[in-house]
């Protein structure tokens, strides 16, 4: 997997890139959990997103928050990690121009920074958000929510319990022109430990339904 190296502002950002084969290859950015609980770009959830993206063809990148790995700062509790969002999804459309469709993948605190960056970014076409913290962080700027996409959470998970999920998805459910799924895996926990079959099966579900909606 190449690896790439971006400037950031607060200095180095270290990802991992693949290309798409095409020109016109959608784009993807895949956020990784909170870095304080470890959280880093190698995380299973982050690597499985990935992959997932890059067998259906897109150009994907994945990438390490400042203060993690070799990526330069300290962290910022989320403000300096919506920028680092940014910086890397300015460099992967700078990277593919022609870029077909453009989609924001992220897992527990990265599910968070990236349906910030959806709000800043109307041109994203799609989401992925699982094990959205919902109860720790302040989802309500959600209003309205630019894109379609998928939630996906755990039925055991004792971090952000469903229940909380399920209060933004109602909310989200009111506006017209968008579409949220919202899937619950009987017997996942937050971190997904037992259940990463499951991830795969679920998001290639919908990124499978989405593609033959709308071809790439």
């Known amino acids: 997997m190449p690896e790439v190296v971006l400037t950031g502002a607060a200095g180095r950002i270290e990802g991992r890139y693949s290309a798409g084969?095409?020109?016109?290859?959608?784009?993807?950015?895949?956020?990784?959990?909170?870095?304080?609980?470890?959280?880093?770009?190698n995380h299973p959830v982050a690597v499985q997103l990935f992959h997932?993206?890059?067998?259906?063809?897109?150009?994907?990148l994945r990438f390490n928050f400042r203060g993690v790995g070799r990526s330069q700062g300290e962290f910022d509790s989320g403000i300096g990690e919506l920028a680092d969002a940014a910086t890397a999804l300015d460099w992967l459309q700078a990277t593919n121009p022609a870029a077909s469709q453009c989609w924001v993948a992220g897992f527990d605190f990265g599910a968070w920074i990236g349906m910030q960056l959806l709000m800043r970014r109307p041109e994203t076409d799609g989401f992925i958000s699982v094990s959205p913290p919902t109860n720790m962080y302040d989802f309500s700027f959600l209003a309205p929510c630019p894109a379609s996409g998928l939630m996906l959470h755990g039925s055991a998970d004792t971090v952000t319990p469903p229940v909380e999920v399920e209060r933004v998805v109602s909310k989200l459910r009111t506006q017209k022109g968008i579409v949220i799924d919202y899937e619950v895996v009987d017997g996942a926990s937050h971190f997904w430990t037992e259940h990463l079959p499951e991830v795969e099966r679920r998001v290639g579900g919908y990124l499978d339904k989405r593609i033959e909606a709308n071809p790439i």
């Open 52 to 60: 997932l993206f890059m067998k259906r063809g897109f150009s994907v």
């Open 21 to 41: 084969k095409t020109e016109t290859a959608p784009i993807a950015l895949i956020l990784h959990p909170h870095p304080k609980a470890g959280g880093q770009m």
